[in-house]
C-alpha cells in the first residue's frame, strides 16, 4: 500500500522535496483513513454474524436443550466474538485518551 503511493513521478523531477513529501504524506493518509473505515466495517460485519450464528442455534434448540455439537459451535464462535469485542473496546480506550 505504501509502496505504490511512495514511487516516484516525473512531476518531482522539478519540484521541491519538502512539496513532493508532503503530497506524497496527504495520498498515504486518505489511504490509511479509507482503510480504516473498512476494516471497521469488516469487523461490524463478522460481530454480526457471530452474533447471528449464536441467535440462531438457540433458537433452533428445543425447549433450550442444546446438542453436545451445537454447544461446541457455540463455544468455537465465542472467542471471535470476545476478539473483536476487545478489540473495539482498545480502540475506543485509545481515542479516550487521545481526547
Known amino acids: 500500500m ?3 503511493k511512495w514511487r516516484p513521478t516525473a512531476a518531482e523531477e522539478n519540484t521541491y522535496p519538502m512539496i513532493s513529501l508532503v503530497a ?6 486518505s489511504i490509511v483513513i479509507a ?3 473498512r476494516k471497521k466495517k469488516d ?5 454480526e454474524e457471530v452474533e ?4 440462531d442455534y438457540f ?4 425447549n433450550g436443550i442444546l446438542s453436545y455439537a451445537d454447544k461446541e459451535l457455540i463455544r468455537s464462535l465465542l472467542p471471535h466474538k470476545e476478539k473483536i469485542l476487545r ?3 482498545e480502540t475506543w480506550k485509545l481515542k479516550s485518551r487521545a481526547i
Open 59 to 62: 433458537l433452533t434448540s428445543k
Open 87 to 89: 478489540l473495539e473496546e
Open 43 to 47: 469487523l461490524k460485519a463478522k460481530l
Open 2 to 4: 505504501v509502496h505504490d
Open 24 to 29: 506524497k504524506l496527504k495520498a498515504l493518509k
Open 35 to 37: 482503510w480504516e473505515i
Open 52 to 55: 447471528k450464528n449464536t441467535h
